[in-house]
């Protein structure tokens, strides 16, 4: 009895220490299904919508290059903690704030959901739990993530969505309002698994509401009710992990 006292309340200690809060060992777990560490030494490779990508990103560094040829030439933009360049034919391009900044977002949005769920422990991401749902016969942990002012870069005012399976720990679908280009809100669910490397990248089916207004709490049940338009998908071709 005198031992089973100690170890219960050593347990009771170890939990009691536990900072985090239940949507935070979500998301780690989460993280680790998908790859876990491995995201930090590994270069992710891909094609996407006629771009090709190398993805490189760890705690305190990264390194996203975008490759593609236009009427200019060959062009490469480089986004990483120096900041943003563009070179065409190799040479370094000087361009307006303007145009600089929409080509980073452009670069760093392609990164943030090639890389899903790895980035959400960022000390700029704040993680809730919002409950339990059923969605095509599975059960889901629905985590919302918001972002400090600090930190949290151009579209900190966004909101997401994910939904966690509960047996995988993938994230099976996800939802998000941005206010960019007039904003939206937009409704995705993966639709295939990249598994190279110990990593698992997903490609997803892109969805919009009718309108575009509606919070997105709401995109769950436009979804179930098949009230969501197809606009796109997302697609990840020719993917190499070193």
């Known amino acids: 009895m005198k031992y089973a006292l100690i170890y219960l309340l050593g347990a009771f200690l170890?939990?009691?220490?536990?900072p985090k809060s239940e949507a935070?060992?979500?998301?780690?777990?989460?993280?680790a299904a998908h790859g876990g560490t491995?995201?930090?030494?590994?270069?992710i490779s891909f094609d996407f919508r006629d771009r090709s990508y190398q993805i490189f990103k760890s705690p305190s560094a990264y390194e996203y290059i975008r490759s593609f040829s236009d009427?200019?030439?060959?062009?490469?933009?480089?986004?990483?903690?120096?900041g943003f360049t563009r070179f065409v034919n190799e040479e370094k391009v000087e361009l307006e704030e303007k145009r600089e900044k929409a080509f980073t977002n452009s670069v760093n949005s392609v990164a943030y959901f090639a890389y899903l769920p790895y980035g959400l422990n960022d000390p700029a991401v704040f993680k809730n739990l919002v409950g339990e749902t059923e969605m095509d016969g599975n059960k889901y942990h629905v985590i919302k993530v918001?972002?400090?002012?600090?930190?949290?870069?151009?579209?900190?005012?966004?909101e997401f969505l994910y939904w966690i399976n509960q047996e995988t720990f993938l994230?099976?679908?996800?939802?998000?309002?941005y206010h960019t280009d007039g904003g939206g809100v937009r409704f995705r669910k993966a639709i295939k698994k990249h598994e190279i490397?110990?990593?698992?990248?997903q490609d997803y089916e892109n969805y919009k509401p009718a309108d575009e207004t509606v919070p997105v709490e709401e995109m769950e049940a436009l979804y179930k009710a098949g009230e969501l338009e197809l606009l796109s998908e997302i697609l990840l071709e020719n993917v190499v992990v070193e």
């Open 171 to 177: 994230v099976d679908y996800l939802a998000y309002s």
């Open 38 to 43: 491995k995201f930090e030494s590994s270069r």
């Open 14 to 18: 170890l939990f009691s220490c536990d």
């Open 71 to 82: 009427s200019t030439g060959q062009v490469k933009d480089v986004l990483n903690n120096s």
């Open 146 to 158: 918001t972002f400090s002012e600090e930190g949290g870069g151009e579209d900190f005012d966004d």
């Open 197 to 201: 490397g110990g990593l698992i990248l």
């Open 24 to 31: 935070e060992k979500i998301i780690d777990q989460s993280i």
